[in-house]
T-cell receptor, first 115, second 111 residues
Framework: GAVVSQHPSRVICKSGTSVKIECRSL??????MFWYRQFPKQSLMLMAT?????????EQGVEKDKFLINHASLTLSTLTVTSAHPEDSSFYIC???????????FGPGTRLTVT | GQNIDQPTEMTATEGAIVQINCTYQ??????LFWYQQHAGEAPTFLSY????GLEEKGRFSSFLSRSKGYSYLLLKELQMKDSASYLC????????????FGAGTRLFVKA
């Protein structure tokens, strides 16, 4: 149980375009979802926390107008990278949590390359 | 502020034992996670320590000392497939339950 999927797994886009990444909890209802970004040989950096039906809470330094997060249901959250630039190229990972249970379940990640 | 420190890289021999240390400073500390991450993949859960002491789970054990802000992950009978990054992460309750990750320790297991 507790499977989280992400789509797409890899995406290449041109500079200036927008990309949407989906994160789904397949067999449980996720009251909270997290979005992380990971650059090569670095750790996961939390970008934002989203709770179903409410606005996402962004970490300091993360532009909310550039990284749009929507958590419309208990099984789906989306991250849209708007007007992508090469420096946005990274590994984006979502995770989902059931209420305040400590464990979070990670998706397989999305490799974004902006050319 | 929040801070997690762990060694950048370690090398060990197949069949041996390796200990990966982690020190943390965080407000509202709840517990300490260890995750394993292979290159290009998402982290997989290894352990979560809330109380002081050692918890053993097969070849992997994790230790926590809350008073010292210290944890370690112990890997026994190393296998080649254990070559990966090991992430120490602090779970805290400030501003909602969040997990702050360390930079990870890249472990190389050699034959």
């Amino acid at each position: 149980g507790a499977v989280v999927s992400q789509h797409p797994s890899r995406v290449i886009c041109k500079s200036g375009t927008s990309v949407k990444i989906e994160c789904r909890s397949l067999d449980f209802q996720a009251t909270t979802m997290f979005w992380y970004r990971q650059f090569p040989k670095q750790s996961l950096m939390l970008m934002a926390t989203s709770n179903e039906g409410s606005k996402a809470t962004y970490e300091q330094g993360v532009e909310k107008d550039k990284f749009l997060i929507n958590h419309a249901s208990l099984t789906l959250s989306t991250l849209t990278v708007t007007s992508a630039h090469p420096e946005d190229s990274s590994f984006y990972i979502c995770s989902a949590r059931i209420r305040d249970y400590y464990e979070q379940y990670f998706g397989p990640g999305t490799r974004l390359t902006v050319t | 502020g929040q801070n997690i420190d762990q060694p950048t890289e370690m090398t060990a021999t197949e069949g041996a034992i390796v200990q990966i240390n982690c020190t943390y400073q965080t407000s509202g500390f709840n517990g300490l996670f260890w995750y394993q991450q292979h290159a290009g993949e998402a982290p997989t859960f290894l352990s979560y320590n809330v109380l002081d002491g050692l918890e053993e789970k097969g070849r992997f054990s994790s230790f926590l000392s809350r008073s010292k802000g210290y944890s370690y992950l112990l890997l026994k009978e190393l296998q080649m497939k254990d070559s990966a990054s090991y992430l120490c992460a602090a779970h805290h309750g400030i501003g909602g339950f969040k997990t702050i990750f360390g930079a990870g320790t890249r472990l190389f297991v050699k034959a």
